[in-house]
């Protein structure tokens, strides 16, 4: 009977991992039954939690130099800790099992896998994770997850340049550069337009509202051009014609890279919607601006 005597978390706290952890639950639930106390739950649990913190310490001592990587580097391990945190009973320790791992896991892809479960399991769970104490990171996974797939796309579309990874949190301005990115301009063979409508998925905003007012800007620019280059010819007709030249050229060149911008972004929409779009820009309602003419 010393096993009874001798406390159980002396025996297992440093042989536990999430791969051999559930092998143990007949001994746990034994040694609890036998000591007489009815907490076979609540030590299940802080085995679990014991396990985990083993196989992430384990984990992070093999762990190389850090790099993003696309592809998960390790998948069984996650499927081991999700397995595991189903045998924890109480939902705020299991949520901070999924926060922990979803912190510790190598950055790109094993990370975004980590936070999305955690995500999703506070998405199911949020009313029923009571615990003070998890109140703050609850915040933090809803916060951070989409903050991390945006990253993780950056780098998926080969857009990991700073200037745009120090916008993963401010979509909409990531959003406005992306389409401003020269790429456009070159027609590689990225889809921006794909891009930008996965990252306003990810952070619950309209990409219509903000590529409407990308058309507006770009087409009243590009018709305040065609509609003053007549005026301008007339003021200038005596005047230095390389100087005339200069400025022109300057000018229809921007003109025309706002022309393939906004021809970008309306290819990507349905046809009778980009006509309608067009339509409505050139020929504005009786009593409405047109800001092409302002």
């Not at 397995?83 to 949520?95: D, E, G, I, Q, Y």
């Not at 990409?207 to 770009?218: D, S, T, V």
């Amino acid at each position: 009977m010393s096993i009874v005597e001798h406390p159980l978390k002396d025996t297992l706290d440093s042989e536990l991992n999430v791969d051999n952890c559930e092998s143990w639950f007949p001994l746990i639930q034994m040694h609890t039954t036998l000591k007489g106390s009815r907490d076979v739950s609540q030590n299940n649990d802080y085995f679990c939690m014991s396990a985990v913190k083993n196989s992430i310490a384990e984990y992070k001592s093999k762990s190389e130099i850090e790099i993003w990587h696309l592809q998960p580097t390790n998948n069984a391990f996650l499927k081991s800790i999700l397995r595991l945190v189903k045998h924890v009973h109480n939902l705020s320790k299991a949520f901070l099992i999924l926060y922990f791992v979803s912190n510790y896991a190598p950055d790109g892809a094993d990370q975004v896998e980590a936070s999305y479960e955690c995500y999703k399991f506070v998405m199911t769970n949020e009313k029923l994770i009571v615990d003070p104490k998890c109140q703050e990171q609850l915040k933090k996974i809803k916060r951070n997850y989409p903050v991390i797939k945006t990253q993780h796309l950056l780098h998926a579309y080969g857009l990991n340049d700073d200037d745009l990874i120090k916008l993963v949190e401010y979509p909409s301005e990531l959003i406005h550069r992306l389409y401003h990115h020269e790429i456009i301009l070159k027609g590689g063979k990225l889809d921006i337009n794909t891009l930008v409508k996965e990252i306003a998925e990810l952070h619950d905003i309209k990409e219509e509202k903000i590529q409407f007012k990308l058309l507006q800007m770009w087409l009243s620019f590009t018709s305040d051009m065609a509609s003053s280059d007549n005026t301008l010819l007339d003021e200038t007709l005596y005047e230095d014609q390389n100087i005339v030249g200069t400025v022109g050229v300057e000018d229809m060149s921007t003109a025309a890279e706002n022309v393939k911008r906004a021809n970008y972004i309306l290819a990507s929409w349905p046809k009778d919607v980009a006509v309608q779009f067009l339509i409505g820009h050139m020929y504005p309602p009786e009593g409405m601006t047109n800001t092409s003419k302002q």
